[in-house]
Nanobody, 115 residues
Framework: QVQLVESGGGLVQAGGSLRLSCLASGTIFSLNTMGWYRQAPGKQRELVAAITLGGSTNYADSVKGRFLIFRSSAKNTVYLQMNSLNPEDTAVYYC?????????WGQGTQVTVSS
């Protein structure tokens, strides 16, 4: 069993910042890449950012230079620092964890950016 618990979503004005957190627990000895995806109404879920166990990162073009993904020293928590938010960033954000057992998802956290 693997559990992912997200926190940090909310309502923010355009230009503001938010930090999302995701804690992985349970049978996570094979935890590797962790990342954040988002899904806006009427759109497909898309990758926002991901980070490997070794610290390599990958970002969607739309968030490069504004968002930063990083992990705790224990490697079981992933953070997404979101700066210069705009209304197009409004979506439900999902944490993803990749293990040898498969992919796991958090319950999602709503991020709403008002103009």
């Amino acid at each position: 069993q693997v559990q992912l618990v997200e926190s940090g979503g909310g309502l923010v004005q355009a230009g503001g910042s938010l930090r999302l957190s995701c804690l992985a627990s349970g049978t996570i000895f094979s935890l590797n890449t962790m990342g954040w995806y988002r899904q806006a109404p009427g759109k497909q879920r898309e990758l926002v950012a991901a980070i490997t166990l070794g610290g390599s990162t990958n970002y969607a073009d739309s968030v490069k230079g504004r968002f930063l993904i990083f992990r705790s020293s224990a490697k079981n928590t992933v953070y997404l620092q979101m700066n210069s938010l705009n209304p197009e960033d409004t979506a439900v954000y999902y944490c993803n964890a990749r293990l040898s057992l498969g992919d796991y998802w958090g319950q999602g956290t709503q991020v709403t950016v008002s103009s």
